[in-house]
């Protein structure tokens, strides 16, 4: 069954266009390159970032050309594709749906998120399962760092705008590398999307609050 997982979609944002152009697309595609998909108004795959690709099992290459709701299985499929051609149609919003894919490993379940631009639709893909108590594992101020770092703003930005020395900063990024186990910024922002700590379908970037640890 599909749901509304609280997505903050793209115009919803004061600092996004209403009618977002193939250029504004292309560089929010390409933020988030390691776990999206784009998808053209005939439900091809146009573009698939090499961490998106990973998540089914598979090659960007492979990807490419296909069609989108083919990449899943069950029964549920043919509600997936309903819900884009619905979505196409309306020309904006957003959903969430639950999905299964088969690879080396068997079949598994996925949560798809999709949401409505220009140009189509932008994808993306994270294992299901809600977030618990135990995956509370950032504090306030890493979540509000870990969203600049996503936003790409520069460490000067961030003391800048957190008030804190660039120390602190380091500090709190060498402590999410750690935690999350990634070898760089970049690195660790595609983590972040990939273990769905930034909700994929918000802009700007936001940390989903189960991982935040309770004050």
């Known amino acids: 069954m599909s749901s509304m997982t609280g997505l903050s979609l793209l115009r919803d944002q ?47 290459a492979d990807l490419l050309g296909r069609d989108f709701t083919d990449l899943f299985h069950g029964e ?3 509600d997936l594709r309903g819900q884009c051609v ?7 919003g957003g959903f969430a749906h639950s ?22 639709l932008m994808v993306t893909v994270k294992s299901a399962g809600p977030a618990d108590g135990s995956k509370r594992i950032l504090s306030n101020i890493d ?40 070898a760089n910024r970049a690195a660790l922002v595609s983590r972040a999307y990939t273990l769905g700590i930034l909700d994929p379908g918000s802009w700007p970037p936001r940390v989903q609050p189960d991982f935040v640890k309770q004050a």
């Open 14 to 60: 004061d600092d996004f266009p209403v009618e977002p152009t193939a250029d504004v697309v292309e560089r929010f595609f390409d933020l988030h390159a390691t776990n999206a998909g784009l998808v053209d108004a005939q439900l091809v795959l146009r573009k698939a970032g090499g961490e998106f690709a990973a998540r089914l099992g598979a090659v960007p």
């Open 76 to 78: 549920s499929r043919s």
């Open 86 to 92: 619905r979505l196409l149609a309306h020309g904006e």
């Open 99 to 120: 999905a299964e894919i088969v690879d080396d490993r068997g079949p598994r379940s996925v949560e798809v998120v999709v949401m409505a631009v220009r140009s189509g």
């Open 143 to 182: 979540a509000r760092i870990l969203e600049a770092i996503a936003l790409g703003q520069s460490t000067v930005r961030i003391t800048t705008r957190l008030y804190l020395s660039r120390q602190g900063v380091d500090y709190h990024v060498g402590t999410m590398l750690r935690k999350l186990k990634a």
